[in-house]
């Protein structure tokens, strides 16, 4: 399976995000969340194809 990421600029460096749906209809809660994806390294890394 694979996810569709967005490459974006943040802290300093390009980070993998994703886009998220939410719908929590007793509480009226719906749209879009953009959570970063945490590899749990220090370090992530993105080739520029990928990024592009």
Same mark, same amino acid.
């Given at each position: 399976? +694979? &996810? *569709? ?5 943040? @802290? ?10 939410? +719908? &929590? *209809? ?5 749209? @879009? ?20």
């Amino acid at each position: 399976m +694979r &996810i *569709p990421l967005d490459v974006r600029t943040y @802290a300093e460096g390009l980070k993998p995000f994703v886009t998220m749906y939410l +719908r &929590i *209809p007793h509480q009226r809660i719906h749209g @879009a969340i953009y959570p970063f994806v945490d590899t749990g390294s220090p370090y992530t890394l993105i080739s520029k194809t990928d990024a592009e």
